[in-house]
């Protein structure tokens, strides 16, 4: 056990994941009220919108007026995704409240390249880029490189960890090649393939060529596996999952509709903190915001958690 | 990873679990369509009903239309559950179709044979001695002992791998007393209070005490972490689970409406499968039941995997 790491940082991406699948509406008022909710839980970092093109997710057609309308608290970091020059020229608009930061994202499945963005892999390189270079000649400091479906596709089926070592090394040529310095790696079972012992693999392999680099993980709970999964990272030493709360999300992918989203952030901090782990988050607070969640979005929730309650609330019933 | 099992046993109490607690009414004849279908998928053991009093459990009602329908497949052990002598007489009478075992089951936490049962620990070994000598009476064997609350409770807060080691301790007492011969230990998350350590800790203390006896664990998804779970048992060698197809069954403890129920049958299998144990189990036609469990209950099921299909069907396409 004495990879376990002291702290996980649980990087909040529920406005973000939930709000864009929603068929909603749901209302920007009701937006800023979770997202001001969340930032109240003690959790740091906070996925708030993507500025992309409301024609394909209309519901973040409102993304500026959220960003506008939430309430700040200092010592949190608020962040934003998007995917073009447009999308980042919209971020910098609110530079003073956003962190602004840029990433290299790739897949490690070219059919899925195919599918979600119709390019191939080698039309991605070039395209991520020109995207980099944008980001750098504005400014942003690009250090995270994201390997998408790294543990499996629906399109391509299995991703082994030499695939995952493969796309890293493009991305790191890119990175070479356009000055950016990369920092932090994330690794997402975007379709849910991940099982522990692929996490041990992939993890293991990454880790090897690249032990100076941060690793997180973004996992999808569509098969059931996310806390299974998180729970072998975290034996490894992983300390950063991307999460939402109650589940927020959904897989948008083809043949899965009604499929779970990400990772609960309220389970995963369950998690941590019986095993002693700090995350520095009030989990009976964040049950509250996930209860809120569901009924912001008008349906039931995948996280089981909101709504059995914490083990506190009853050890202290117990008591 | 030299302690994983070859093979790993799914006991399905989907039947027995889900149609104790769904609001229905469920007839009959689609009881009987879920058992039947289940026996198709591979599954050996499939708990069909509950011998209790219709007053207290409305949806087994028919228990005995249910045993006397369903059309039973060679090689499947059929089993029922049923907690006094009524109950067992009832079963009885189902020798030629059930497969008949008796119990000694306790509860490692006071306060909830107090709310569950409305006795003393001491009270419930008294009525647990009783119960195990009708049995013995009447030709039927005792060989598994049970403990539920295994690993916490929602009236009583945590409870201690020494707690449930006293517990085995008192039941084994009577056991000797009644001359029942214990080969089977079943320990229950009840109120879904586990997570991984405490299922290796408490694992790891009664194996100790007891290396010759064959655990199953029974896990409840109350809190989303029960894959997580059984995995840390599957590393350490543990075989048998009870799990419910689509998470049939829910929580009927105070508090937890709409929380989950079991852990799902096919989460597991999934699981197996891909870590490359053996379940006997034809995941995609499980999945399939599943989906079938579903429309007969007329709502979502906690299963993330039956909404999302196996990692084979998508393999398949993909090549």
């Known amino acids: 056990m004495s990879d376990l790491p002291k702290h996980v940082h649980v990087q909040e991406e529920g406005p973000r994941e939930g709000f864009q699948i929603e068929p909603g509406p749901i209302s920007t ?53 998007w995917f073009n020059e447009n999308g980042l020229n919209r971020a910098l608009a609110f530079r003073d409240k956003l962190t602004i930061g840029g990433s290299i994202s790739l897949t490690a499945s070219e059919a899925f390249t195919k599918k979600n963005l119709n390019r191939t892999h080698a039309e991605n390189l070039t395209a991520m880029k020109k995207n980099a270079t944008a980001h750098i000649a504005a400014g942003v400091a690009v250090k995270r490189l994201g390997v998408m479906a790294a543990f499996g596709c629906n399109y391509q089926g299995d991703i082994t960890p ?40 992939t993890i293991a392999e990454v880790r090897s060529r690249w032990p100076e680099k ?15 999964n998180a729970h072998a990272a975290i034996k490894m030493g992983i300390d950063r999952f991307d999460a939402t709360v109650g589940g927020l999300g959904g897989c948008p992918f083809a043949g899965q509709k009604g499929a779970a989203g990400n990772i ?56």
Not at 41 to 50: A, M, P
Not at 214 to 228: S, W
Not at 281 to 303: F, K
């Open 29 to 81: 008022a009701d937006k800023i009220r979770l997202i001001e909710a969340l930032a109240e839980t003690g959790l740091k970092h906070i996925q708030v919108c993507s500025f992309v093109s409301p024609k394909v997710v209309p519901g973040w057609a409102d993304a500026e007026a959220v960003v506008e309308g939430f309430k700040a608290k200092p010592g949190v970091h608020y962040t934003a995704l």
């Open 162 to 201: 030499a695939q995952v070592v493969s796309t890293i090394e493009d991305g790191l040529k890119i990175a070479a090649e356009v000055g950016a310095d990369i920092t932090d790696f994330s690794l997402a079972d975007t379709m849910g393939w991940a099982i522990p012992p692929r996490i041990e693999r």
């Open 214 to 228: 941060r690793i997180t993980l973004h996992l999808h709970d569509t098969r059931g596996l996310a806390v299974a």
């Open 264 to 319: 609960c952030s309220e389970e995963l901090v369950l998690l941590c903190q019986e095993m002693g782990i700090e995350t520095g988050v009030d989990l009976d607070a964040l049950i509250e915001v996930g209860r809120m969640a569901e009924e912001i979005v008008g349906h039931q929730l995948p996280s089981e958690l909101i709504h059995a309650g914490s083990l506190d609330a009853f050890r202290r019933k117990a008591a």
